[in-house]
């Protein structure tokens, strides 16, 4: 009995030993990397193989420890993709989604099939070749996402335009991973072998693929309709037992709630033959059809940023450098093969179905790596019954290629604009229109962020933080003017309430970036703070002073000693309510006096 406690307790060690090492080792690189301000997730993909390379060179425990490591890289995995897929805004691309998908769709088996054919040249035979392909057209959507927040691009044309052929990609895969059980019967069915002496049974491979998307199909049925209704019965009750302050108890309790759904998906596709990974991502797009989808993803924005460092550190911890050392001249040419063929397909696939050239490139340029989904196709191609399409190190080859090329990427995406500004002279294609989706290319697409900057602070906008009686009162006064705004609430039913009656309005905390970035902080006029909280006031102004240097930020407040403190925060404007209700019960008083008694025996104030 000791013996075995003292086991299970030195398999705990080693796992812990096994984590510290590979955050710690993450860490370091990640700083290294954004000192030379380079891009992050690279460097957690060289930590985990100086990891490798470490536990390999060390001790031969520290290998027990890494293995155990990878259930908590699993757990990982499965709510990054939760987070990947709650913060795609779909509603940014309600408009103009489905050219956006005909696009994306369009690209992407465009891609696939170039890079099967890639494959074959290579050597692999066709349904391998197939299943190389489609994994390697699906490109980084954290990468993609973390470079357009970083640049200020995500509400740009080409960003738009990124983000919604990347969802169309990420649905894509749905598919891609329920056509690889069939492919695996038609890679048996040509290999010699064991798994060749029975002739392969299509039809029954046929029949799970359909059952198991049907499965998945019902569960997005249910999941569109179900899900919102449950989170906003879980903010209802939260709202309600806050110890009066409405709305303040339901953040936590949605937050629970959501991670709760990500992880019944992931068991629910697993029981129907898919990734867990694939079940969480489809939860959380679900939930981003939600009102609560800004406040979550800001509330999840932290865990995603440890999540996607274990993802990466753990994927550079699988490459074997043993295995992949003999053909890494082979490996290096596939990588050029795959970012030049993703780039030139998407760029003709773009340009060809009506957009600029300009706005072609930098687009092709941003999603010319492969991503999170490639690594779990090729791991799903890996498990494939009745016999691998991949394994060993033609699968390892192909990680190996995934990897290089979200290491070189970012590289890349520094020449994407200039590269842009250079093709000004080419005009879209001479046998069809613009995309009506796309506003017009100009300048301003190839140019950098930066530019054009000006040009959107012309627009008038406010943010109102806060819809209790002074918020209403503000936005009435707005109305008057014709002045947009946006508010943002944290009581569920108002948010509900307000949504029916067709007012700007976001379910979420002020204090979250996330939630004011979505609000339009960055590009807002101004930015009023009605809530009647001191201390979230002044965790807010502190929040979107660092959004944006020129919003005017103004802010109510109780004392006078709490104006200082929002002054000193970056506020522009404190309105002291002490100080305000000092003055209306002055005059309120003299009022009613003059009216009770009469102008003449009312006292005067003293001249001074």
């Known amino acids: 009995m000791l013996a075995e406690q003292a086991a299970h307790a030195n398999t705990h060690g080693s796992t812990a030993v096994g984590l510290v090492v590979i955050l710690v080792t993450a860490a370091v690189v990640a700083t290294l990397f954004r000192k030379f301000r380079l891009q992050i997730i690279p460097g957690y993909i060289i930590a985990g193989a100086l990891v490798s390379i470490l536990a390999a060179a060390v001790k031969q425990r520290y290998e027990i420890s890494l293995g155990e490591v990878e259930n908590i890289s699993s757990f990982a995995t499965v709510l990054l993709m939760f987070t990947i897929g709650l913060q795609l805004e779909i509603e940014s691309l309600r408009r103009s989604m489905v050219s956006i998908f005909g696009l994306g769709i369009t690209a992407t088996v465009a891609c696939a099939a170039a890079l099967s054919f890639c494959a074959m040249a290579f050597g692999f035979s066709a349904p391998v070749a197939i299943a190389v392909g489609m994994a390697l057209s699906i490109s980084s959507t954290a990468v993609l996402l973390r470079v357009l ?191 030049s063929v993703k780039i030139g397909v998407t760029w003709l696939c773009v340009w060809g179905l009506g957009s600029s050239a300009p706005l072609a490139i930098i687009t092709a340029i941003y999603l010319g790596n492969a991503g999170e989904f490639s690594l ?114 944290l009581n569920p039913e108002t948010v509900r309430r307000q949504l029916k009656l067709g007012r700007s309005i976001l379910y979420g905390d002020i204090t979250n970036p996330e939630v004011l970035e979505a609000a339009g902080a960055r590009v807002s006029d101004a930015i009023v703070i009605t809530i009647p909280d001191d201390e979230a006031t002044l965790r807010a102004i502190a929040t979107a002073r660092g959004l944006s240097a020129t919003t005017f930020i103004a802010c109510r407040t109780g004392y006078l000693s709490g104006a200082f403190r929002a002054y000193e925060a970056g506020a522009d404007h404190a309105v002291v309510e002490e100080v305000v209700t000092a003055d209306a019960m002055e005059k309120q008083i003299f009022e009613k006096l003059q009216s009770r008694r009469g102008p003449d025996l009312v006292p005067q104030p003293q001249a001074s």
């Not at 602070?457 to 943010?463: D, G, N, P």
Request: hydrophobic share 55%; aromatic share 6%; proline share 7%.
């Open 376 to 489: 779990v196709l090729l791991a799903a191609a890996g498990d494939t019954h009745p016999a691998p399409i991949l394994s060993g190190p033609p699968l390892g080859a192909m990680i190996a290629v995934v990897v290089l090329s979200l290491i070189l990427s970012p590289f890349l995406f520094a020449w994407a604009h200039p590269l842009a500004a250079k093709m000004q002279r080419f005009g879209p294609p001479p046998w069809t229109k613009r995309l009506g989706v796309l506003v017009k290319a100009d300048a301003r697409e190839a140019a950098p962020p930066e530019a054009g900057a000006h040009e959107r602070l012309q627009a008038r906008h406010v943010i109102i933080a806060g819809f209790g009686p002074v918020g209403r009162s503000l936005a009435a006064r707005l109305d008057v003017q014709k002045v947009p705004y946006t508010v943002i609430e």
């Open 149 to 339: 927040q970083e640049r200020r691009e995500l509400h740009q044309t080409h960003g738009r335009l990124c983000v919604g052929v990347s969802i169309a990609q990420d649905l894509m895969s749905i598919l891609m991973l329920g056509l690889l059980p069939a492919i695996a019967a038609w890679h048996a069915a040509g290999s010699p072998g064991e798994h060749a002496a029975a002739p392969p049974d299509f039809k029954g491979a046929a029949i799970t693929v359909l059952i198991g998307l049907a499965g998945v199909t019902l569960l997005l049925m249910i999941g569109r309709y179900a899900l919102p209704a449950l989170l906003e019965f879980v903010a209802d009750v939260g709202a309600q037992g806050s110890s009066g302050k409405t709305g303040f108890g339901s953040k936590e309790l949605v937050l629970v709630s959501s991670a709760a759904i990500a992880l019944s998906a992931a068991v629910a596709t697993s029981l129907l033959g898919f990734s867990p990974e694939l079940g969480a991502f489809l939860a959380g797009l679900l939930l981003a059809f939600t009102p609560y989808r800004t406040q979550l993803a800001g509330q999840f924005e932290p865990l995603r940023d440890l999540l996607m460092a274990i993802f990466f550190t753990t994927v550079g911890l699988g490459i074997k450098i043993h295995e992949i050392a003999p053909n890494l001249h082979y490996i290096f040419l596939g990588v050029v093969v795959l970012m």
